[in-house]
């Protein structure tokens, strides 16, 4: 029998892509993982693909005769209702007593925004945001606090 390319239900973190990959590939689930996130960022080509083969690939427990088409309908739903729910639960979270970190987030998106934006108009004193280390800079700084928060909140 052929072996078959599923979206996996038990190593799913989102859509069951990558846990699918690692089954079929007999491969690390977390370092396809991991491949897709850096795809995202370097290339840019990883979240079109994840969202590509969550609408193409059928999910394990999927009948053999379903179409192409009401599989991706059926992605395509429950990429809606994923964003729904993941909505609900930020809606939730700023509503719930974080003030300081929903101004933290608003105040560093909008000077992001900002910069892009004078970058795009051609203020050349405004490369600096294209330049190699911002962007991992910036990742590891917001890393570390989350885990100084997460250590903060494990000694209270």
């Not at 599989?71 to 639960?89: P, T, Y």
Request: glycine residues 10%.
């Amino acid at each position: 029998m052929a072996k078959r390319l599923y979206r996996s239900k038990k190593e799913s973190m989102l859509g069951g892509v990558c846990g699918g990959l690692g089954v079929y590939f007999d491969f690390d689930p977390n370092l396809i993982r991991l491949l897709f996130v850096v795809l995202a960022v370097a290339p840019g080509i990883g979240i079109p693909a994840y969202i590509a083969l969550w609408l193409l690939v059928p999910e394990e427990s999927e009948k053999e005769d379903t179409t192409l088409g009401e599989r991706v309908r059926e992605g395509a739903d429950e990429i809606a209702e994923r964003a729904r729910h993941l909505g609900d639960q930020i809606r939730d979270r700023s509503e719930s007593g974080a003030p300081r970190t929903s101004f933290a987030v608003g105040a560093v998106l909008i000077v992001v925004g900002i910069g892009f934006l004078l970058r795009n108009l051609g203020f050349t004193w405004m490369n600096w945001v294209a330049r190699v280390w911002v962007w991992p800079s910036l990742l590891i700084v917001v890393g570390l606090i989350f885990l100084w928060r997460w250590i903060r909140g494990q000694t209270d």
